[in-house]
Nanobody
Framework: QVQLVESGGGLVQAGGSLRLSCVAS????????MGWFRQAPGAEREFVAA????????YYADSVKGRFTISRDHAKNTAYLQMSSLKPEDTAVYYC?????????????????WGQGTQVTVSS
């Protein structure tokens, strides 16, 4: 399985920026896509962004489009989520996820591997 280790969460003031990183274990011969999900207190986990194996297709939830950017660096086996213009409603635990294959679905049950989650808190 793919092991995912996240970092970059923290406390930030509204309007600020954070960059989340997700380092995956090396899988030299098997492609995998990656995504980001989040879960706010009392809410269900929701899709944030996803990127295909080759990085040619990017997908975003409407709530973050234009503010968040997903990317990946194959040399480092790392995915990133650059978050800008943060709002208090972005406060949540953010999870990195991965799935075997080259496509990047927007539903969580399509992903086999999950990180531990990192807390992002945006103050007003």
């Amino acid at each position: 399985q793919v092991q995912l280790v996240e970092s970059g969460g923290g406390l930030v003031q509204a309007g600020g920026s954070l960059r989340l990183s997700c380092v995956a274990s090396r899988r030299a011969f098997s492609p995998y896509s990656m995504g980001w999900f989040r879960q706010a207190p009392g809410a269900e986990r929701e899709f944030v962004a996803a990127i295909t194996w080759r990085g040619g297709s990017l997908y975003y939830a409407d709530s973050v489009k234009g503010r968040f950017t997903i990317s990946r660096d194959h040399a480092k086996n790392t995915a990133y989520l650059q978050m800008s213009s943060l709002k208090p409603e972005d406060t949540a635990v953010y999870y990195c996820a991965a799935r075997d294959g080259v496509v990047a679905p927007s539903v969580e049950y399509e992903y086999q591997y999950w990180g531990q989650g990192t807390q992002v808190t945006v103050s007003s």
